[in-house]
């Protein structure tokens, strides 16, 4: 028998969200985190132009991407690495400064992949209490060991939805060590950049990295593709360990006429602003727990495990599927991607008819 390396073998693969409905019933999927619409038309059509080029390697430097990027928000473009979606930058960094002695803290409910990421770089992975489910700082200060490196933070966060005050995150820099490199990924940043706390002034400092994704706001799930603003001498390090043509042409092209395109993806964050507030309102009134989102999702609190499990399984026998949150530490939460009216209105129903069936 061929096998792998030891430290491989022991990972538990990443998990996807289980999208099978029962026999008969249409998939309605609210577990992934997809935007509820298609990209800009400008996105489409670049990317279908850009075909006429497939014979050809993609751009290694993503030169009209970092282009259109930099102006958005005011950075500079030569500071931007782009990856295959943010899991690539994310892979790379605990690649190149995490190792069996040099290890990765992050909150205790954080984007699991960041656990992923440094299991494959052999590094022990700690944890953080949160409070409320909301990031403590200072409890990830306490947390930092001498043989800390990397600490990551997503804000807004995923799967809780809160977000990080910008005075807070300030702390949580100032208060690490010079040698730790602070990674917040920003992946639903643009659903709060409404309340102007912009973190990319950190990455000055040379000891921060500011990550985003245009597979959420923007609708480029599908096309794979991330960002991220670097200290130069980080960029030189990730580099290195990045596949030089990690993004096609095609996806080039959709990403930089996306981020043009700003009025449609600023009223698509309207858009899901204004469903998943109208659908946790909604179940608020019936008597659910649905703490305040940041993000293109909300997280809906149970109570307890067996409940989530049972609300999980009368959504699932009418093929809607929500995503459990056990693998986080959150077994008692569902959470649920805003998609269509339609959709976010049958998930309403369903929950409120199991509520009541519960309390009978």
């Known amino acids: 028998m061929i096998r792998p390396v030891p430290h491989v073998a022991a990972i538990t693969a990443y998990a996807l969200a289980q999208l099978q409905a029962p026999e008969g019933k249409r998939l309605v999927s609210l577990s992934q985190n997809e935007s509820l619409r298609p990209p800009s038309p400008a996105a489409i059509r670049a990317a279908a132009g850009a075909l006429e080029a497939g014979h050809l390697y993609p751009d290694p430097d993503w030169s009209d991407l970092r282009a259109a990027l930099a102006p958005v928000h005011g950075i500079a473009a030569g500071d931007i690495l782009c990856g295959s979606g943010s899991m690539e930058l994310i892979a790379c960094l605990a690649r190149a400064y995490a190792d069996p002695e040099n290890a990765v803290l992050a909150p205790a409910h954080a984007y699991p992949f960041f656990r992923t990421a440094a299991l494959l770089a052999r590094a022990r992975y700690d944890t953080a209490p949160e409070v409320n489910r909301q990031v403590s700082v200072d409890a990830l200060l306490a947390a930092v060991r001498p043989d800390t490196r ?170 809607i599927i929500l995503r459990p949150q056990g693998g986080v530490g959150l077994g008692d939460c569902l959470r649920a991607t805003v998609g269509q009216a339609g959709a976010m209105e049958a998930t309403a129903e369903i929950l409120e008819h199991w509520a009541r069936k519960e309390t009978t």
């Open 150 to 319: 990397l600490v990551f933070v997503a804000n807004p966060g995923n799967p809780t939805g809160t977000r990080i005050a910008r005075a807070d995150l300030l702390r949580l820099r100032n208060g690490l060590p010079g040698d730790v490199l602070l990674v917040i990924d920003e992946a639903y940043g643009e659903f709060a950049d409404g309340l102007d706390e912009p973190m990319f002034d950190l990455v000055a400092r040379g000891d921060t990295v500011v990550l985003r994704t245009l597979s959420k706001a923007y609708g480029l799930a599908g096309a794979r593709v991330g960002w991220g603003l670097f200290p130069p001498a980080v960029a030189r390090v990730i580099r290195k360990v990045m596949s030089p043509n990690n993004i096609p042409a095609a996806s080039q092209a959709a990403a930089a006429a996306a981020v043009a395109d700003q009025a449609y993806m600023r009223e698509t964050c309207a858009l899901t602003a204004e469903m998943r507030d109208s659908f946790a309102g909604r179940l608020r009134q019936s008597g659910f727990d649905v703490p305040e989102s940041h993000t293109n999702f909300a997280l809906i609190r149970l109570g307890d495990p067996d409940r989530a499990q049972g609300a999980d399984a009368a959504l699932r026998a009418v093929g």
